[in-house]
């Protein structure tokens, strides 16, 4: 509607139509006929209505179409809006019921979580406070556990044990990588036992972790150290108390019939000095040289008395006070009763032995038991014969071996140092972690074997009677060296 009458008012308006407009209503002499202007305009605009009012029905039919379609519209929207009502409250209810349900299991896990830290943390106080030192692994190896004992035990802090693995983190170690498969493969605990240069001890127990995702291991390490001194001292206390018995014993049935040879020998010195005056030059040059071989034998003897003196002080109860003495005549008084007590074989007497003495100057008196200590270094020179025995029968193409003992003394930190090395055979690691125990033997089973090689009785007179330290050294191409420190103030 709105385009027709754009359209016409366009036409009105242009200069051709109204001139054939105009000239509609002018008569003959040119004059303008209002009557049929009037008539013409009443008449166009009676159209111009009528055309409106068609218009105008249409248009409402349209729009009372449009308000229906808008009211179903309406109504559907409306429905709509009802049921995403509907929908986000029950959406809301049970959000609001998840979001209790969330609260509660926030709570439980908070409870859960308190829990779980409380217990970490009471693990980790029973781990800390354990006596044992407790190592875990891993499958591969890695430290997972590493408690404050092997902390201590080791120096190494567990953060820089944790993630490496154990033998990363701990070389010296002396669990292999094939013990702890072999625990993960069987699925069974196995014990080890170490000993440290026989002055630490410790008990090894490696378990397997059972009920696991991934397989692993932990490893209980138990210091029984104090255990196994105990017992070692009840076996040295054993192994005294027989010596001390069989020496008393040996001692009395030696010295009865070697007093009567000395007085016969004495006696016959007597009887030869008195016919020295009545016997010829031939006569008296021989009895010279059996007056020598009596006086040797005599000397001997005498040396035999010493050694029966000794038995017996070492066979008597331990009342008597330490002795000052000077450790350099102390170890010279051993060196002299070694070149005749001390025979490895008929090839290498000790007598033969090139000594090294490194003796320091101004030595301090030493509080010792004499005796004692002087059977200490007998046993390290015997000890050290055997070594150089073996070395000379190895090196019997060599003729440039020379079997030496070297002796070294000196002061430090308010203790004496006493070294005695050699160069024979050496030690080999289970020797030298078995050396001090008692019955110690590196022979065959069945094999004869001199008493004499062991040191278990001369590391209990010096850590036990003289409360001093006694460690070896080793190589098996180089040689031994046995140190042994003892106190110079109690």
């Keep these: 509607m709105k385009n027709i009458l754009f ?118 106080d029973i781990l800390a406070s354990m006596p044992l030192m407790l190592v875990s692994l891993d499958k591969g190896g890695k430290v997972t556990q590493w408690n404050k004992q092997v902390e201590e035990a080791s120096g190494i802090p567990a953060s820089q044990a944790l993630g490496k693995t154990l033998w990363e983190a701990y070389p010296t170690v002396s669990i292999t990588p094939e013990q702890i498969q072999q625990v993960i493969k069987k699925n069974e605990p196995i014990h080890l036992k170490q000993s440290l240069r026989s ?22 390490v138990d210091d029984i150290s104090k255990q196994t001194a105990a017992e070692n001292m009840l076996i040295h206390n054993d192994k005294m108390s027989f010596m001390g018995e069989l020496a008393s014993t040996m001692a009395h049935d030696i010295n009865v019939p070697l007093q009567a040879i000395l007085m016969d020998l004495k006696s016959f010195q007597h009887t030869l000095a008195d016919q020295a005056n009545t016997q010829t030059a031939a006569d008296d040059k021989k009895a010279r040289q059996l007056n020598t071989i009596l006086h040797d034998m005599s000397s ?15 066979a008597r109860s331990r009342h008597e006070k330490k002795q000052l003495a000077d450790i350099v005549d102390v170890m010279e008084n051993a060196i002299i ?91 080999n690691n289970e020797e030298q972690m078995c050396l001090f125990e008692p019955f110690f033997s590196n022979k065959a089973p069945g094999t004869d ?18 409360k001093g330290h006694m460690a070896v050294t080793s190589d098996v191409n180089v040689g031994s060296t046995v140190h042994i420190q003892l106190p110079i103030i109690e």
């Design 337 to 427: 009763l070694a070149n005749d007590v001390v025979s490895v074989s008929a090839k290498l007497p000790f007598s033969k032995v090139t000594l090294v003495r490194s003796f320091e100057k101004n030595l301090p008196l030493t509080p010792c038991y004499i005796t004692e200590l002087q059977q200490v270094f007998i046993s390290l020179f015997r000890h050290a014969c055997h070594a150089l025995e073996l070395k000379m029968a190895a090196a019997s193409t060599d003729p440039g071996f020379k079997p030496t003992i070297k002796i070294i003394l000196a002061e430090c930190y308010d203790s004496l140092w006493i070294k005695i090395q050699h160069n024979g055979v050496g030690l």
């Design 199 to 220: 002055m630490a001890h410790f008990d090894i127990t490696i378990y397997p972790l059972q009920g696991q995702t991934e397989a692993g291991v932990v490893i209980l």
């Design 7 to 124: 359209v016409l008012l366009l036409v009105t308006q242009s200069p051709w139509a109204l001139a054939g407009i105009t000239t509609i209503f002018k008569d003959e002499n040119g004059k303008t006929n209002w009557q049929i202007l009037a008539n013409w305009s009443s008449g166009t605009l009676i159209i111009l209505l009528s055309i409106v009012a068609v218009n105008l029905f249409f248009a409402r039919r349209r729009a009372n179409k449009a308000n229906l379609e808008l009211t179903a519209i309406r109504k559907d929207l409306e429905q709509r809006v009802k049921d995403r009502t509907a929908t986000l409250d029950e959406a809301n209810r049970q959000l609001t019921q998840s979001n209790h349900l969330l609260e509660e299991e926030v709570s439980q896990h908070i409870i859960t979580s308190e829990h779980l830290r409380s217990s970490e943390s009471y693990i980790k």
């Design 449 to 466: 074997f001199d008493a004499g090689q062991r040191l278990s009785f001369s590391h209990y007179i010096v850590t036990e009677q003289h």
């Design 300 to 314: 001997k003897g005498d040396q035999v008395s010493t050694i029966i003196g000794n038995l017996l002080a070492f």
